[in-house]
């Protein structure tokens, strides 16, 4: 018996390291911004996945359509390069999702990548939400600077500010 004894102690003491020992968590930006354009008028410009031409981070945006499974290669300023996938659009409700299935790290440091736009109509204006969940870029214990947790969020929240900007400041402008 004090075999079997020392054994379940020994085992009871590795259980409080199984929980110190994990990867990374699932991290979410979630922005909204509110557009001086009717809903119909946002929606046929966020609606059109093959273009993403209103985000100043990609001045290169190309496409194979706009139904589930479509793909989208967006071109950073510097050359880096992102491909999306559509995985959900719903027309009349204003909503697309999206998921990079591939990222490269040193273009943005996030791996399993998804996000989902809606754009609701607010009296004549639009509120548009770009909700994004994902993984820092490096899955194991102890990530280098660049691929924490805190490097992912900071990269995303900067996308999608300066993303939901670019579509406020071409709707407002009149594209």
């Known amino acids: 018996m004090t075999k079997v004894g020392a054994l379940c102690a020994a085992l009871l003491m590795l259980l409080p390291c199984t929980a110190w020992a994990h990867g990374p968590t699932r991290q979410k930006v979630v922005q909204s911004i509110e557009i001086n354009a009717p809903a119909d008028k946002v929606w046929a410009v966020v609606g059109n996945f093959s273009d993403m031409s209103w985000h100043p981070t990609f001045p290169k945006s190309e496409g194979s359509g706009n139904e589930p499974g479509a793909t989208r290669k967006l071109t950073t ?31 943005l440091p996030v791996e399993n990548y ?62």
Not at 157 to 172: D, F, H
């Open 77 to 107: 300023k510097d050359g880096g390069t992102i491909e999306e996938t559509l995985t959900k659009i719903d027309a009349a409700g204003k909503t697309l999702s999206t998921e990079m299935p591939k990222v490269d790290v040193k273009v």
């Open 114 to 175: 998804s996000a989902s736009f809606t754009v609701k109509d607010a009296g004549g204006k639009s509120t548009v939400e770009w909700k994004t969940a994902f993984y820092r870029g490096y899955a194991n214990n102890d990530p280098p600077p660049e691929l924490s947790d805190e490097a992912a969020v900071n990269a995303i929240t900067n996308l999608v500010k300066t993303g939901l900007e670019g579509l406020k400041a071409k709707l407002e402008a009149g594209g």
